[in-house]
């Protein structure tokens, strides 16, 4: 978070969110810690709950035998960016295990998550599975309308301070009008605000959902709803009029629930570009050979299209352009995700197949075509592969300690297209496009280079390509996530329309991931690009996501939040 400019909000703020900004675990001794975690969402706010003094409300991660027992404080080494969260400003949501099953596994994910994914052939539809979703929208609308009451309580005489409560993802899609209530029976104050962190479906396929007028109710139950994209708002305005016959202002983007405004607004998320950035300038891993990378980063999710649109296209492209066999190679990096829903595990074995097929079709004695990597990694180390630049390798001894020498190294190296920077000695070569390592010491720059030393020189090979193709996808952060590291030679990003970052990244190859062929033919334009190309896209990227940060998103949300505090007629909260 160094060197960031952080919002400061005046009112409070509460979140309330599926999980904690951390889960708690139990050591060996059975005390329990914080684990942080890393998702954007707590990068962006937690600061700012820290800051104005609010509060989080959230599943702890763990089910808890004696619910009353403290969430204890961040351990002195957490240095993650929800570690300023005091206990007290912790609001955990306790349930017994098969409530926490049935709401999260039963309903979330087995319904709304492949419903609101366009992908109604995998959703169930269970009046059991919805009555717990409900009841645990109770429970954290309880728990919220508890946090509200200890906020009042710390106010001081004559301060009124108005909490913005807000509520995010579809796991509480029915929290709001709980919380409204409640506060108009306990006469306290608030804001309410939702983020739907998903696409929303159209009309369609929303009206499959049997008990669709209760959670577009709920929804209804914020004065502000944000969606990522312009799209997802249409659909939500499609569904509010033709399933509840509400007026809608499609000018403005406003319904009107019983003479109460509410707001719907196109808010796309960003990621902590400088974060990414720096991240990608720190890394120093090269991966050493000379193949060209294609790399995919997901979570092991049906929606992400991992096997289509990246694996099967990959073998297409091979088969179409064997100009490729040995010269490139498919990174593909998946995080476990829902390891306990069988149809994740069945999805987890198909990509082993379809990969160890693959190898076991195309690999020579030096060459393997997928490198697939099954596990989660550190954001550092993701940067890393994000910005992975292939180079082939030569060792060169220094002949000289002399400058001259080197220059004439330089020289030598230039006519085979490599510049070397050597870091703080060879000052007009800094900021080259250039790789450098050493072996031997170097102790003060390049006069101290001993004649037996050798440098280590990388031939700078085409950069990455990075397939974002997801079959659905709210937005992709993934796909910014990569543009934020092209700190050097740019790669190129495919992406998919149906992605909502495929809404605003223009610049990246637009690729339908269901047409294998067309992907295939798109990998290989991106494979050849010439350099002036690649550079023009990846600059325009990099530009718009530098501005449409995380922070942006962020106050954007809350300057919506604030005209609506003006505008709306909310007579229970005048
Ligand atoms: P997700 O479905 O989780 O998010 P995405 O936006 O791609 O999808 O974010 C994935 C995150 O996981 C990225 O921040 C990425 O860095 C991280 N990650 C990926 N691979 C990893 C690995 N191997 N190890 C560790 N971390 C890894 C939901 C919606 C999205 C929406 C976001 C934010 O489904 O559409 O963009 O919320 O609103």
Known sequence: LKGRK?????????????????????????????????????TAVAPVVIQCGGLWVGWPGIHMDDPSQHVPESDPEDNGPSAGLRSDQVVPVHMEEQMFDDFYNGCCNATFWPLFHSMPDRAVFQVDKWEAYSTANALF?????????????????GEERIPLVWIHDYHLMLAANHIRQQCEEENLKCKLGFFLHIPFPPWDIFRLFPWDDEVLQGILGCDMIGFHIEDYCRNFLDCCQRRLGFR??????????????????????????????????????????????????DRLDY????????????????????EHLEKVALLQVAVPSRTDVKEYQQLKEQIDL?????????????WSPIRYIYGCISQDDLAAYYSLRTAAIEDR????????????????VIEIRISISVEGSLGSYQGESAFHEFRGK???????????????????RDSSVALVTPLRDGMNLVAKEYVACQVDKPGVLILSPFAGAGETMHEALLVNPYELDDVADTL???????????????????????????????????KEEKINQKTCVNPSFQ
């Open 6 to 42: 952080m919002l400061s909000l005046k009112s409070p703020m509460v979140v309330v969110s599926n999980r904690l900004p951390f889960v708690l675990c139990k050591d060996e001794h059975g005390k329990l810690h914080r684990k942080q975690c890393a998702g954007g969402l707590v």
């Open 141 to 157: 609308a309880h728990q919220t309308v508890e946090a509200l009451k200890k906020l009042k309580a710390q106010e001081e005489e």
């Open 248 to 297: 809608v202002d499609r000018l403005h983007n406003l319904v009107d629930v019983a003479g109460r405004t509410v707001k719907v607004r196109a808010l796309p998320i960003g990621i902590p570009y400088k974060r990414f950035e720096d991240m990608a300038n720190a890394a120093t891993r090269t991966l050493q050979s000379s193949l060209q990378i294609i790399l995919g980063v």
């Open 303 to 322: 929606t992400k299209g991992i096997i289509n649109s990246r694996i099967l296209s990959f073998e297409k492209l091979l088969e179409k352009h064997p």
């Open 354 to 366: 379809e990969v160890g097929r693959i190898n076991g079709r195309f690999s020579t004695l030096n």
């Open 397 to 412: 001894p220094v002949l000289s300690t002399t400058g001259g020498t080197m220059g004439k190294m330089h020289a030598s």
């Open 442 to 460: 170097i102790v003060g720059g390049f006069t101290a280079l001993q004649p037996r030393s050798f440098i280590c020189v990388l031939f700078d």
């Open 524 to 558: 290989h334009r991106a494979l050849t690009m010439p350099d002036d190309e690649r550079e023009m896209r990846m600059n325009h990227l990099r530009k718009r996501e530098q501005t449409m940060n995380l922070d942006f998103w962020l106050s954007n949300f809350l």
